[in-house]
Every structure is written in structure tokens, then in C-alpha cells.
């Protein structure tokens, strides 16, 4: 049984990570007629969450399995949280990225010292490169979202929040792979039992929520959504912790995640991520669940193409 | 002689404002080779730091003279500082804005309850239009930035940076008509007379720079820069106060500016508009300058079209 404290993920992490800003609106408040508290990972090291679990996951291994290395394939926001852990680690970040990756990201990777390995943009083709590289070096591969240490470490996002706004009646995250949706969820489970988890998702990437109708995992089928991040399935380690433990997925459309992206950006000034966007966009849809209710919205990420922006 | 007391004119408005936060950015500092402090204004009320002036010209008028509402016109962050800082201070915002104005602008103004009259978008008419309405109403009529009060009451974010920051080498504002930058000029004097303030100009809208060269005021003519809030000239008001405190104007280019603009963006993941862009452009371009010094940039507003922008 592997070790689920958010607490001593925290406490493993939190020297190195920054505490994020916790952001309110007075604006949106009035908008939304909910009391809401933005968690700004997009201030994280690497402009998203994701260094929390991928940080834990490497401090959570033996000196000798960390020193050969940490592996993953990813064209996203995982690919910079290695990056960054393996650096604050003392070890070395194998990255595979497909050839179709954006190039500030590949860029960006690079920036922080991950050896990068391009691959075709197929699914098979990152499996097989990095099955290469860990058979060859010995190195740890490390999934973003399906992967304990990992989960337990998203977690720590939420239990700042918790810790500094102790009476939220919700928390919302985005739900993609699921892995800060069931960080979030054991955070308040351990932390703060009466503040029910909420999941945001896309219409069009809505595997997790008919994940739970089914009490299986679907399989997200080409999703097509702005949300980026979003378009990524469950997995069997944080399935079972969503099931338990969530109290509802609410979908949103595209165009309410542009119009809260937008509102965001314009009115708090700052730049959050599509997928972040969803959870602003859940509230704005559902007046009935958070009118008068306070609301913790996990803000995942700030890494966008600014020349590819919808607006 | 009117009082320049930043302090006073900070303990008149502080109760009504947003005392924002300061950002910095490890990144940032290493790729300037400073240790740089953004202090955001971008977060502040109406999104740009124009309510200290408004506010603080407001408060310093007679109760009776208030009563009477406060009279501008303007296209830009002005409106809005105008009509919160009414608000505020429980009287009426008249308005004066050109029909071209941007319709965001104008729906924010109207927002924030200020009575809006559209005039052509000559200056002629802007200045007629709100003298017919000055004169009819009795109101106030706030110039936004060559007024002293207003000028003090931009003195109160640098002010609030000293306070923060003791010991900055140097503070870099953008110079536009000149309020920010005298006003900055103010508070380093009276509470920081170590720090020196430099101005940051775009090279495309250089009438303060050639000001400062010629001893007097130059006209701003037609200037096309992507910094919107630095089209306009010095005034009586506040050029004897930059001529005699003013460190020296760096200017930069259309380029360094969307640069430094993409950078704060990308990397602090702030919306931040052209004109505060300057100061950060003026530190990329002048290393020689900036190396290994401690330095405040006054970020002063995030009110950017999402619709138009640069990238």
C-alpha cells in the first residue's frame, strides 16, 4: 500500500515549489454571485501544477533508482515539470516529445536541462522510444497523472488552499487524466471532509464523466477541445479515488471556456490556460450549485501559445 | 503652493485601493543580470494605477466642489479611474469620450456608473464637449496627469514600493504625459533619495526624451507606438518636476517593447499592456546600466484588446 498523505507530500516538496497566490475578484464575485478563490498554479515553477507530483514521484524513489534518471513522454506541461524535478533532484530528465510538439515547449524543456528525444506523434512511437531509453539507462519512468506518488503530490495544490481558506464549500478542478482531480479529493478527504470536489470538464473530452455514469474507464477518442490538457483519460491508480470521492463532474462547452479564459484574463490580468478556464466556467454555468457558496477553483496552468490564442 | 506629500496623499486614498502586490521573476533576473521588481498595477482598481491621481484629486477637492461630480475626457485608463474614484467618493463621473473609442472601454466607463457623452474624436471637440459640460453641472475638471494632486497620488505606488523595497537602486516608469513618471520622481525624493528613477520612452514617441534636451516642453505629434497610454505630451505641471529629478530617459524601440510585453506574459503570466512593457524593454536594452542592481518597475495598468493584440 503505497503512502497517500498529502501532508507529507507537502511536507517532502514545499521547500523547493512556490505557494502559489490565492487571487480573488471582486468583479467576478458579483458576476457569479459565488465567492470564489483563484489557487494560481500558473505562478508555479514551469507555469503549471504539474512539478508538484512529478517532484514527489522523484523524491519518493531510492538515491540509486534517482540517480539514473527520470523519464516520461510528453508534449505538454509534464515534459518542464521533469525537467525542473530532475534539475532540483540532482538527476537527469529523459524526455520524448513528438515531432509535432510546439516549439517553445521543446524549447523550454531544453531550457530547464531534460535531455530531449524526438519521436513520431504517435502514441506507439513515445511508448516505444522511452521503453528504449529506460532499458538503456535505467532511468524511472514517471506517468502524469496515473501514478500515486504523483497524485499525492498534485494534492498539494489544493491542501495550500485548504490550509489557507480552511471553510471552502467547494473545490473545483479540471478533470484531464485525473490526476489533481484525485490529488484534490484526497486532500479534502484528509483535510477537509466537508469541502466536496467538483470536476470540470470539456463537452467535447468527456470520457471522465461518462467514465463515472459507466463505473468504468472510457477511453477519450480524439477529443477535440481548446482545453489541451484536457484531452488525456483516467487511469486505474486515480479512477477509483475519483469514484469514491467526487461529487460531480459538470461539462462545459467550448465557447464558456473561451468566455471565461477571456474574463480571466481581462479582468484578473492574468494568463491562465484553457483548461484552468474550465472551472470558472463550470461555476458561470451552474449558478444553482455555487450562488452564495465558497469555492476554490484549481487555476492548473498559464502556458499558452500566444500566437494561437482564441480570441 | 499645493502640498506634494506623497505620504499624505497615501493615507488619504490607501483605504480605497488595492495595495498590489510585487512579482518578481528568477528567470527574468537571469536573463537580465538584474534583480528586478515588478510592482503590478495591473492589479490595481480599474486595471492601470490612474485611480491614485483620480481618487486623490477627488478627495482634495471641497465637499462642495465634489458634490458637483468629477468632469474628464479620455479614451483610455483615465475614464475608468474617473468613474470608480466617483464612486467612490459618492459623486458623479462626466465622462467626455471620442466616438472611436474602444467599445470595451466605453462599456467598462459606463460600468463603473459614470454618465458617458460621445463627442467626434478630434481633440477640439473633446475639449468643447466637456466644457459645455463643466460649465452647465458645476463638476470638477481632472487632467490625468498634468494636475499636482493627480501627480502626487501616482507618487503613491512608488511609494508603496519604497516602503516594500528600502533599497532599490533605481525605479523605471513609462513616461507618457508625465504623471507617473514626476509623481514617481516625488515619492523617490521624499522617501528614497537613493533610488534614482529613470524614464523608459518608446523611441517612436520620444517628445519627453527631446524635452528633457531642449530644457523645454516639445509636442507630442502623431506619434504611432504600440504603447497606447504614452501618446501624450509633458505638461507645465509636471516637466519642472521630471527635468529636476529625472536620472535620464531610456528609450526602446516597437520591437523591445511587444518583446519585453511577450516575455512578461510567457514567463510571470501577467497581462500586462505596451506602455508597462516600456520599463522592462528599457532594462533588456541597457545592461550597462541595470547589471547586478536592485530595480523597481512600475507596471502601471494590464487594460490590453485581447482582440488586437501583438503576437
Redesign the interface.
Known amino acids: 500500500m503505497q503512502n497517500l498523505s498529502v501532508k507529507e507530500a507537502y511536507d517532502r516538496i514545499h521547500s523547493h515549489i512556490h505557494q502559489t497566490?490565492v487571487i480573488t475578484s471582486s468583479f467576478i464575485n458579483d458576476h457569479t454571485g459565488a465567492s470564489l478563490f483563484f489557487k494560481?498554479e500558473?505562478?508555479q515553477k514551469g507555469?503549471s501544477y504539474k512539478i508538484r507530483g512529478a517532484l514527489h514521484a522523484s523524491l519518493c524513489l531510492t538515491e540509486n533508482q534517482r540517480s539514473k534518471g527520470l523519464g516520461t513522454h510528453s508534449s505538454g506541461n509534464f515534459a518542464q515539470a521533469v525537467a525542473i524535478s530532475a534539475k532540483l533532484t540532482n538527476t537527469k530528465a529523459y524526455v520524448v516529445m513528438p515531432s509535432n510538439a510546439p516549439a517553445?515547449k521543446r524549447a523550454a524543456t531544453l531550457g530547464y536541462g531534460a535531455i530531449v528525444e524526438e519521436c513520431e506523434p504517435t502514441l506507439q512511437a513515445r511508448e516505444e522510444t522511452l521503453a528504449e531509453i529506460i532499458e538503456r539507462t535505467g532511468a524511472s519512468k514517471l506517468h502524469p497523472s496515473n501514478d500515486i506518488d504523483v497524485i499525492v503530490g498534485q494534492g498539494t495544490c489544493a491542501y495550500e488552499l485548504i490550509v489557507t481558506h480552511p471553510d471552502l464549500d467547494y473545490i473545483v478542478a479540471p478533470v484531464g487524466g485525473g490526476g489533481v482531480a484525485a490529488g484534490t479529493i484526497l486532500a479534502c478527504q484528509q483535510h477537509s471532509p466537508n469541502t466536496k470536489v467538483i470536476g470540470a470538464e470539456p463537452e467535447q473530452a468527456d470520457d471522465a464523466y461518462r467514465s463515472l455514469k459507466e463505473g468504468q474507464i472510457v477511453p477519450s477518442v480524439n477529443p477535440i477541445t481548446i482545453a489541451d490538457g484536457l484531452r488525456t483519460q483516467l487511469g486505474h491508480h486515480n479512477f477509483p479515488i475519483i469514484k469514491d470521492g467526487i461529487d460531480q463532474i459538470l461539462l462545459v462547452s467550448e465557447k464558456a471556456i473561451i468566455e471565461a479564459m477571456?474574463l480571466v484574463?481581462?479582468r484578473?490580468?492574468?494568463?491562465?490556460e484553457p483548461s484552468s478556464a474550465t472551472t470558472l466556467a463550470a461555476v458561470i454555468a451552474n449558478p444553482e450549485v455555487f450562488k452564495e457558496k465558497k469555492v476554490g477553483l484549481i487555476i492548473t496552468g498559464?502556458n499558452v501559445d500566444?500566437?494561437n490564442?482564441p480570441?
Open positions: 497566490a494560481c500558473n505562478f507555469g517553445v477571456a484574463w481581462n484578473m490580468k492574468l494568463v491562465i498559464g500566444l500566437s490564442l480570441f
